[in-house]
Nanobody, 115 residues
Framework: QVQLVESGGGLVQAGGSLRLSCAASGSIFANYGMGWYRQAPGKQRELVATIASGGSTNYADSVKGRFTISRDNAENTVYLQMNSLKPEDTAVYYC?????????WGQGTQVTVSS
């Protein structure tokens, strides 16, 4: 069992930056692939970025060059650095942990980007 707690969301102006954190507990964090997803009002949840246990990363085209995902296995934490934010980045951002058939989600953190 893995518990995920996100933090770092908030209100920011377009062009600004935010750093999301996701603290994990309850299992061997280093074994898990981690990811960030987001869901805007009226839209489906979509992938933002993932980072494998070995450190390889993957990004949605819409955030490439602006967002960076990273992990600190010693701190059991995954981060999402978001730069050059746009109003269309407004959404609830969810942390995800996955290993074999196990998938876990955090409760989400709201990011609002004003124009």
């Amino acid at each position: 069992q893995v518990q995920l707690v996100e933090s770092g969301g908030g209100l920011v102006q377009a062009g600004g930056s935010l750093r999301l954190s996701c603290a994990a507990s309850g299992s061997i964090f280093a074994n898990y692939g981690m990811g960030w997803y987001r869901q805007a009002p009226g839209k489906q949840r979509e992938l933002v970025a993932t980072i494998a246990s070995g450190g390889s990363t993957n990004y949605a085209d819409s955030v490439k060059g602006r967002f960076t995902i990273s992990r600190d296995n010693a701190e059991n934490t995954v981060y999402l650095q978001m730069n050059s934010l746009k109003p269309e980045d407004t959404a609830v951002y969810y942390c995800n942990a996955h290993y074999l058939w196990r998938v876990y989600w955090g409760q989400g953190t709201q990011v609002t980007v004003s124009s």
